[in-house]
């Protein structure tokens, strides 16, 4: 079909549609129905989509400038193998043993715009994960990797949707994490803002660590 026969059959049916449109106005009352179907259709929507904020909002902690989320100490087990203990929130220490160099811990961060904004919601922020690192990259690549997992999933899991949809309303930060290394008898708070995760070293043990590590 030719440019000129496709521009004169689409302007033929685009006037026939917009005409068959018009008629419709001669009898406005179905109009009224469908809008009034449709603003109630899109307050159900609006409810279930706060509702799910609200059941989200209970797996996350409160996020107000810069706190400690949790306290890490590590004792050395064999070569390359440690007991890490996580304090978080004044909740039950999480106790596990990590293969490798070096300590990481994975948070996720919630944030809220437009009228959650208003209402001055905090932003939200939850441990998703604990995990060892190999200091060498050959290691890192073939050998055993641990990996604890610190937050019962959620369904529906707000923060993925909006990685991959990008919901209204709702930024989901991702994964910032944080590591150091692991070092007998080390402590060390994990301080977290709006902007990600810091590892501050608490003891002289954390000090050495962090130094050597820096040579």
Known sequence: MSHMLATIVLAAAGAVLVIAGLLFFRHPGWLLTWLKGMAVFGVILAGLYVLVIAVNLTSYHSLVGM??????????????????????DGGVPTVRTLQGDQWQVDVRIIRFSGPLRWLDIASGYRLERLSGRYTSLEQERSSPRTAITLSEAVWPDLWRWDREVNLPFVEAVDGNATFM?????????????????????????????????NQ
């Open 181 to 213: 290394p692991m070092r007998d008898g080390a402590v060390f708070d994990v301080k977290l803002s709006s902007s990600g995760l810091v590892s501050v070293p608490m003891n002289e043990q954390a000090r050495a660590a962090v130094q050597f590590w």
């Open 67 to 88: 706190q400690t989320v949790a306290t890490i100490s590590t004792q050395r087990q064999a070569d390359q193998i440690w007991q890490v203990t996580l304090n978080s």
